[in-house]
């Protein structure tokens, strides 16, 4: 299975986080400040980063890998600086607290990259719990502090990782908002292609996909479909039932077009669609089923609708307003010969002719 891009960050994190181990390992073995437990901490820790590696990389358990690296980090560090806290108070050597310390943040940092945001607010706060108390414990009287740079280091890591883990939560609240911009986005992109009356493509859209046909060199037809006598509905009946009216001749057309074709609503009463790959003969075809889906609609209580249809064609080269103007003609034509019928534009009727 390929890897994802957030894999393969997570298996080179692994890599140079062995890389960075063993680099530390080497520097204190040189320096002689490796405690007691670091020999088998720093081994076992290049262990299980390299396991984790390969479960990632050849046995593409990654998510296994991510939790297993997370609980070994926190199990490792939090003993870790019990350990070395409890060393820095009875031989009096801090850097093995400090140097711990320094590197807990990297427990959020790992599941806050790769793990779910709630187990990096839980790990934060966890460890933040862990230093306050470390802190609290050199207050307190069965304590003896002889190296009174323990308290200002606690202190100073206290409130380092305060600050970490408000940045941290900062990034959060970012990324939720930027993520909330991008689905309220993608939501208003969506409702501005859908006409909010029927439910099919709105003017917008329409427009667009008009625009995308004449850009291809392919042979593609438009329908012009108007609702005949609306007007009369309308005052008969009022708006609403006039709303209704559209809905359920909006239904019947969608019902007859094929799922590639485009149908919208272009305006008040008027509808298109936008039709390809098919000869004029099968656009005709089409065009007469919509018109009768329509005609066998029995709206309650208003009757029967019919609609009269122009058909016209992308011609590579016209505009938007000529392929719509040269529909129109047609439609025009349909209305003048007696509604309920359809009409193709006068280049295609020769071409249907001859
Ligand atoms: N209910 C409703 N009516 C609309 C809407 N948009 C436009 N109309 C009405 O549609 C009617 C269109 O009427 P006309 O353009 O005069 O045409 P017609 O009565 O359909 O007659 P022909 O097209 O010649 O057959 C007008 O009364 C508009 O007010 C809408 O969204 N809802």
Redesign the pocket.
Known sequence: MPHSDQDKLFQRVLLIGSLVVVTIWFVEQTANLLAYYDTVGYGVTVVVTLGCYFLSRLASRTELAKVILFYYLTLYLVALAILSFVEALNWHSIYPLASTLQWMPIIYIVAFLFLTQKAAIVSALFIYLVLIMLMAITYTPWVVITEPQIRVLLLNMVLAHGVYIFCMFAVVRIRQTHLATEVRARQMEKAANVDG?TGLASRRALQKAMEDTLLVDDEAFLLII???????I?DTHG?VI??EV?QRVAQAMKASVRPEDIIGRWG??EFLVIIHQSTLAQVHVMADRIRASVERLDIEGVGCVTV?IGVGSFRLGDTVSQVLSNADEALYAA?QGG?NQVVLVKGLADVAQG
């Open positions: 009356l108007d609702v005949d006598h609306f007007k009369p309308n708006h006039g709303d559209l008040g009463e009269s209305k509604r």
